[in-house]
């Protein structure tokens, strides 16, 4: 097991995570059926975003909480989803990554989608 710290590992990090998501039951259908994502534009992003949480090399920016609002609009992103997406991060880190900055990719992340969920719950009342 290696430690996560180069670009090239976040890449293949995000690449095993969201092919888990896009196949997800719980999951899967916002990116493939309500977003209809670009997977090919999306996944480029996602690479940014963690080098720019994890490494601070800037290279996302962007809003990342701005994107969810027109999804939770269309289907609710539910308490019980983001649970979900934490639990398919953690697996997906913990089965390539070991080490600081693996923890660092877990407890961040669950940070962001809980306050996300919050966020996203806040906007539907
Ligand atoms: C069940 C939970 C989640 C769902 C269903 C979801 C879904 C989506 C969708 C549909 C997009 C738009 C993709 C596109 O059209 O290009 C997106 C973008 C994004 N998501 Fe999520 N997401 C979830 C949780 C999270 C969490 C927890 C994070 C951060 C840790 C996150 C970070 C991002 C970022 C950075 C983008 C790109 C925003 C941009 O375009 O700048 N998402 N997500």
């Known amino acids: 097991m290696k ?3 180069t670009r090239e590992d976040i890449e293949l990090l995000v690449n095993k995570f969201y092919d888990k998501v896009a196949k997800d039951e719980t999951i899967g259908f916002f990116f493939n059926d309500v ?3 670009k997977w090919a534009n999306h996944l480029p992003k996602m690479y940014s975003f963690w080098e720019t949480l994890l490494f601070g090399q800037v290279s996302y920016k962007g ?3 701005a994107m969810h609002f ?3 609009e269309k289907v609710a992103i539910e308490k019980r989803h983001f ?3 934490i639990k398919l991060w ?3 880190v913990e089965e390539n990554f070991m080490g600081e900055m693996a923890e660092t990719a877990i407890y961040k992340a669950t940070n962001i989608a809980n306050l ?3 966020k ?3 906007a539907r009342r």
């Open 63 to 65: 809003n990342p909480m």
């Open 70 to 72: 027109p999804v939770n």
């Open 116 to 118: 996300m969920g919050y």
């Open 35 to 37: 977003a209809k994502v």
């Open 90 to 92: 953690t697996e997906t």
């Open 3 to 5: 430690k996560l710290e």
């Open 120 to 122: 996203m719950e806040m």
């Open 83 to 85: 649970e979900h997406w």
